[in-house]
């Protein structure tokens, strides 16, 4: 697998094939998955990999090459996915053979050194950024008004954005509301230069996000639509969290180009240590201002993330996921609730975005694609159809009672100031272990944690005990951290339990 963008070389046969075919990229990793089944494998491509096999960044395994040979009816030769080794000289020939566009392939004697040091600055930056998200999170809170911080999680959290008691979904609602101006800050002022590495010896990356994608390429990345919150209200229970459009590219240009800066001003050198906040070097972030002010503050994307629980009257369990750095663009390396999922439609199809704009909907999708391993509804295909399995199921088992969903309330991540609707779901035993019962062990986006040397488990006791060693051990994504401590804090109300 290619290292770096400049190293890949495009599939065009296999571009112009799904081209030709009038697929998305999302409509032949369905075909995949399902070709898969016979062969009694579960698959869980998605339309990112498929880009990727044909951005030559990533190169298929057999299975998916005969997958993809069989879906366009030709020979991998065909596909252009047989591996050859040819030379610089052979490769003018064949392009000048060819009478067609000449395709420069670039090599590491064409790119500026000065870029290439920049670059490799940059990256570094990002394994120190990856490496100690869960303390500089806590750091970044520390920047704020102690009234604004969520215990010690690295959560911050406006007055009234918590409400006294968690509130179950059905009992209140959310509204959409266009935006009426553009975003004040979008990430490509001056003051978020530095953070955004050399394209050429005299010019960065215009974008965060592009930056991110060409320079580090997570396998799971792509510009979605994405409902952004810009208000938090429960005294109004018709319209508790209020959401406009945007884009999910559109927040990682703010949240973690706020990330990449505390992370070149308070990690240590040699990476071992965080340094006391302070707004020294923080450019960036004193141009953003008091997040909580919503006539300034940047309007970023927001995620579901729900804490699961299984009750019955021997206890009570949750699980928790590890996501790889490789793999998501963020908050890689820590561990975090399971699911959790960015606020956003399944398709860019209209019908999508009214029938998706529901919570319980967007929680819905993330359980089929983290818990059982489904692929992911990559924006680009058909919207997600909530009557066909698995989705059906979670929708009856909401509908009858089997599984109780709360809001807890709003935070911001202190360091990315992206933000976090924190969910709790309370399943039934049953229901549970009907639910998921081919829960996955790993996903897309990283792997589920297990315990226990002799019989391994993924199920963790909800116990304080249990949840003071999970936080002492700094790996805990803050959204993680400040729902299980609400969670905990309101457990009588969400269990109907001592």
Known sequence: MPARARDATPNLALYNLRDRGGQTQQDVADALNRLG????????????????????????SALYRQL???HFGVSVQTLGLTRQRITPDQAVSSALDSGGLVIQHGSDATVHPQVEANQDEWRAVRRKLNGHRVPLAREAARLYGS???????????????????????????????????????????DAAAPVRPLISPDRRHQRYSLALR???QPQLFENRLAWHLTGVDWLRTDRALTFTEGTYFGGVDVSEALAHEMAASHITGDGSGILPASWRN????????????????????????????????????????HRAVGKVAMAGGTLHIM??????????LPAAQADDFDLWRNIVREYSEEFLGNAEHGGEGAPADYHAEPLASLVEAYQAGGVRVFCLGVALDALTLWGEILTVAVFDGPTYDRLFADMVTFNAEGTVVTTGRLKPTSALPFTRHTIDEITSGGQLAPAAAGCIQLAWEHRRTILGRD
Request: aromatic residues 8%; negative net charge; proline residues 11%.
């Open 37 to 60: 089944v016979p062969r009694g494998k579960r698959l869980a491509i998605t339309a990112n990999q498929v880009s990727r096999w044909e951005r030559g960044v990533t190169y298929p």
């Open 68 to 70: 993809l040979a069989e």
């Open 147 to 189: 009234e604004h911080r969520l215990g010690d999680t690295g959560l911050i959290t406006a007055s009234g954005w918590l409400p006294p008691a968690p509130i179950e979904l059905s009992e209140f609602g959310i509204a959409f509301s266009p935006a009426s101006s553009p975003p004040l800050v979008t990430g490509t002022e």
């Open 214 to 216: 060409d320079v580090e």
């Open 282 to 321: 923080l450019a960036f972030r004193r141009l953003v201002g008091d997040p909580f002010a919503s006539d300034h503050r940047p309007v970023v994307p927001s995620s579901v993330d729900t804490l699961t629980l299984r009750a019955d009257p021997d206890g009570v369990t949750f699980v928790l996921h």
């Open 339 to 348: 699911p959790a999922g960015v606020f956003q439609p399944s398709s860019v």
